[in-house]
């Protein structure tokens, strides 16, 4: 008797476990959706590229940077071995995790924080990078003109921001432009 009520009380933790896990992936994929919906589907932005838009902004040690949608947390990453203060936002759990490990794997101080970039605290950033779909520049456009400050820069990997004046413009062999923006 004992035996059957140890088996059936096994059976219902396995049950629990099962669906605690299916729950888990069905949240992270909706989540992992709403944020290629909300700025971007996941493509990683080329090294090449990523080095070239930290060259343009001239990143400087201990300048805050900011990766709004931080994917893999390739620009975290670099902007970190540059010495500054690396920010990421990512709204993927999964991309989050991955960035996460970058970093760590890497031995770096950047943050990556599982957190809608939008809602940022524009104000401290000295080098906002972007590479988001059209429509998510146009609606962040704005805010951008709103809360940063004279002097930050932006940097946009293919799509610009059309309604901003551009500074410059580079494009690394074999990738998309790299434009940089600075707020007047």
């Given amino acids: ?3 059957g009520i140890a088996s059936l ?3 219902r933790h396995e049950a629990m476990i099962f669906w605690f896990f299916v729950f888990l992936l069905l ?5 992992t959706a709403y944020a290629a919906w909300k700025g ?4 990683p932005t080329p090294m090449l590229a990523v080095e070239a838009a930290l060259d343009l902004a001239q990143v400087k040690k201990d300048e805050i940077v900011m990766d709004l949608g931080a994917g893999d947390g ?3 990453a670099s ?3 540059r010495g500054a203060e690396a920010i990421g936002y990512e709204l993927s759990p999964f991309m989050w995790v991955i960035a996460k490990l970058n970093l760590l794997l890497h031995g770096l101080n950047g943050k990556v924080l599982l957190a809608d970039g939008f809602n ?3 104000s401290k950033a000295d080098v906002i990078f972007l590479f988001l779909m059209p429509r998510s520049i146009k609606n962040l456009s704005e805010k951008l003109s709103a809360k940063t400050r004279p002097g930050t820069r932006i940097v946009t990997y293919v799509f610009g921001l059309s309604d901003w004046e551009l500074e410059k413009e580079t494009k690394p062999k074999d990738c998309a432009k790299v434009q940089l923006y600075i707020k007047k």
């Fill in 9 to 11: 009380c096994s059976q």
């Fill in 1 to 3: 008797m004992w035996l």
């Fill in 40 to 43: 971007a589907p996941y493509v």
């Fill in 120 to 122: 940022a605290d524009f």
């Fill in 74 to 76: 390739r620009v975290v």
């Fill in 27 to 31: 949240s992270a994929g909706i989540l």
């Fill in 79 to 81: 902007a970190a071995k």
